[in-house]
């Protein structure tokens, strides 16, 4: 069964960039049609689609977020990750990467991982 | 976007009730709705797909229905595991977009 498991620093200073990478075993992220995808989520607070980028390399940003976010795979490490620029606290949350095989039905989901952006 | 809105916020119960979570888009969808249950540091699950198609291994007494702007989630005979957090999610539209949440608590 596919499992996702989400990497990365905890720690970010404001104005920097977060960078995470989502770590997929038991399937091959070139193969079939899979959307792998980030979410976020505030504390306390509810879920944030971020976007997804498609097995085809294929990529769909939320617009909130569009002009600082890049979403990439490296099929040769069966990776994808989230590159965000210009961090503020608001950027504060845990990531969670996600998949869905053949629609943004998102299953399984990675553990999440806390990140916090520090002044 | 497309907005979706869950009501209750908040829905005290207790084991053996029956409940029901309402999600309202701001514009049609279909049925491209889905459910999913989070609880305390736990990443979601999906429950239900397509508003009414149970997910592999979800228990029977899930049930989604709706189409077009409104959608219910209802629990049958609540379990223990089942007082938990519970998100809509619609994918007919990007960005993709999520309810605000439902806290199903124990009465």
């Known amino acids: 069964q596919v499992q996702l498991q989400e990497s990365g620093p905890g720690l970010v200073k404001a104005s920097q960039t977060l960078s995470l990478t989502c770590t997929v075993s038991?399937?091959?992220?070139?193969?079939?049609?899979?959307?792998w995808t980030w979410i976020r989520q505030p504390a306390g607070k509810g879920l944030e689609w971020i976007g997804r980028?498609?097995?085809?390399?294929?990529?769909h940003y939320n617009p909130s977020l569009e002009s600082r976010l890049t979403i990439s795979l490296d099929t040769a490490k069966n990776q994808f990750s989230l590159r965000l620029t210009s961090v503020t606290a608001a950027d504060t949350a845990v990531y969670y990467c996600?998949?869905?095989?053949?629609?943004?039905?998102?299953?399984?989901w990675g553990q999440g991982t806390l990140v916090t952006v520090s002044s | 976007d497309i907005q979706l809105t869950q009501s209750p916020s908040f829905l005290p119960a207790s084991v053996g009730d029956r409940v029901t979570i309402t999600c309202r888009a701001s514009?049609?969808?279909?049925?491209?709705l889905g459910w999913y249950q989070q609880k305390p540091g736990k990443a979601p699950k999906l429950l239900i797909y397509?508003?009414?198609i149970l997910q592999s291994g979800v228990p029977s007494r899930f049930s989604g229905s709706g189409s077009g702007t409104e959608f219910s989630l209802t629990i049958t005979s609540l379990q223990p595991e089942d007082f938990a957090t519970y998100y809509c999610?619609?994918?007919?539209?990007?960005?993709?977009?999520f309810g605000q949440g439902t806290r199903l608590e124990i009465k």
């Open positions: 996600a998949t869905g095989r053949e629609a943004e039905w998102f299953d399984p």
């Open positions: 038991g399937d091959s992220i070139s193969r079939g049609s899979s959307f």
């Open positions: 980028v498609y097995t085809s390399g294929s990529v």
């Open positions: 514009q049609g969808i279909n049925n491209y």
């Open positions: 397509t508003a009414s």
């Open positions: 999610q619609q994918l007919k539209t990007y960005p993709i977009t």
